[in-house]
């Protein structure tokens, strides 16, 4: 049950592009489309930006976007806005009813 | 609309035990998997444990295995977690979850709620 890798920063300026990434293993992400993104702004819950990899929930603009290739994923927010600026979290499904996070990142919007 | 509300946390000694609940409304109950994640102050999210549709399969971090029980009681929509043999690392904002996909209870929970703070000192 090892955290997922995520660097502890990123930043861009209004409206550029910027991605973030979550390095996991063959046990987790590598091997289960179950990868979800959640932002969460200082003293609020967690809110899911994408899940399964790709996927948006409805109310989620679509400037945040997710992939995936081999072991890791990613999540790209295009066209940087102020609002973005927030601790953003990957988690996959890691087999055996486990679940596993990611340590976060810290996104800056210069 | 979805709506998770955690109650039950508080300070706590040592080595004591704590139970924390969470009352769910606005989707069906008893057709998602739930579950707990923490988050200690100032730290990243946690998972804690899982349970499916109806409590008969579960998963803990071996951070808690043994030590905290994950139940859910379908016939009133609520979700419990039994903390025992607490230990100053388990102080953290305690926040139940809702899965995403119903034919997923194990997966990256889709829903939360605002969490409920637990504090472990002496």
């Known amino acids: 049950q090892s955290a997922l890798t995520q660097p502890p920063s990123a930043s861009g300026s209004p409206g550029q592009s910027v991605t973030i990434s979550c390095t996991g293993t063959?046990?987790?992400?590598?091997?289960?489309?179950?990868v979800s993104w959640y932002q969460q702004h200082p003293g609020k819950a967690p809110k899911v930006m994408i899940y399964?990899?790709?996927k948006r929930p409805s109310g989620v603009p679509d400037r945040f976007s997710g992939s995936k290739s081999g072991n890791t994923a990613s999540l790209t927010v295009s066209g940087l806005q102020a609002e973005d600026e927030a601790d953003y979290y990957c988690?996959?499904?890691?087999?055996?009813?486990?679940?596993?996070f990611g340590g976060g990142t810290k996104l800056t919007v210069l | 609309e979805v709506q998770l509300v955690e109650s039950g946390g508080g300070v706590v000694r040592p080595g004591g035990s704590l139970r924390l609940s969470c009352a769910a409304s606005?989707?069906?109950?008893?057709?998602?998997?739930m579950t707990w994640v923490r988050q200690a102050p100032g730290k990243g999210l946690e998972w804690v444990s899982t349970?499916?549709?109806?409590?008969?399969?579960?998963g803990y971090a071996d951070s808690v295995k043994g030590r905290f029980t994950i139940s859910r009681d379908n016939t009133k929509n609520s979700l419990h977690l039994q903390m025992n043999s607490l230990r100053a690392e388990d102080t953290a904002l305690y926040y139940c979850?809702?899965?995403?996909?119903?034919?997923?209870?194990?997966?990256?929970?889709?829903?939360w709620g605002q969490g409920t703070l637990v504090i472990v000192s002496s």
């Open positions: 349970t499916n549709w109806n409590g008969g399969s579960t």
């Open positions: 399964d990899v790709t």
């Open positions: 988690s996959s499904y890691a087999g055996r009813n486990n679940l596993v």
């Open positions: 606005g989707f069906t109950f008893d057709g998602y998997g």
């Open positions: 063959t046990s987790d992400v590598g091997n289960f489309n179950y």
């Open positions: 979850a809702r899965a995403h996909d119903p034919a997923n209870d194990f997966g990256p929970p889709g829903y």
